[in-house]
């Protein structure tokens, strides 16, 4: 990267600033209900209500609901939200510090697929270490998702930077892809030290 070629930076939440593991979700599942893991992450997909979840179109409470139907598991939505919080496991070693010695010297700005749920566990369990950012654009209230083009051009316009001068890091292939795509930088984030190594150069430079 070239360090004199960014005017802010933007992080994804989930596996690069806030680690999480769905498996724990299914592990929590399966307890209340006495069923076998597995069996529960075979059933569970990324489907269109999962999806409409994210973006705002439909409720906790309807999601649930679908998801009654697609676990096959006859659960209170107080046991399903209880298995869904759970994938939370902390902050990513480091990522507080970082966050604050890049903040202090460019604008850092956040961008996740999430929902209701979830936006309401981390913005509470996590709050020392989001408060960092300057503003976080969550999908489920913005009514778009990565790595749809829609979703970048509206986070970038607001950010008020161009695009190529907008640093992002995802763990998603596709949604690094996506955001190359609408002209931003984009890492994609596969080991704890990729956000460390990336910005060293830049905040040295800028330091």
Request: net charge negative.
């Amino acid at each position: 990267m070239n360090p004199s070629g960014v005017d802010a930076l933007l992080f994804d939440l989930g596996n690069v600033v806030i680690d999480i593991d769905f498996n724990r979700a299914f592990a929590r599942w399966a307890a209340h209900a006495g069923c076998d893991v597995a069996q529960l992450r075979a059933r569970f997909s990324v489907d269109e209500a999962c999806l409409r979840h994210e973006v705002g179109a439909i409720s906790d409470s309807e999601y649930f609901a679908s998801l009654r139907g697609s676990l096959g598991i006859a659960f209170s939505d107080a046991q399903f939200l209880d298995g869904w919080n759970a994938i939370f496991i902390g902050a990513s070693p480091g990522i507080g510090a970082l966050l604050a010695q890049a903040a202090a010297r460019m604008p850092v700005y956040a961008f996740t697929n999430t929902n209701p749920a979830h936006t309401a566990f981390w913005s509470t369990h996590f709050a020392d270490t989001v408060c960092h950012f300057r503003k976080i654009y969550v999908s489920c209230a913005i009514g778009l998702r990565k790595p749809d083009a829609a979703a970048f051009r509206f986070v970038s316009s607001d950010i008020g930077a161009p695009p190529a001068r907008i640093l992002f890091f995802d763990d998603v292939h596709a949604n690094v892809e996506g955001a190359r795509a609408c002209g931003l930088q984009a890492v994609q984030v596969r080991a704890p030290g990729d956000i460390a190594a990336t910005l060293a150069p830049m905040l040295q430079a800028q330091g």
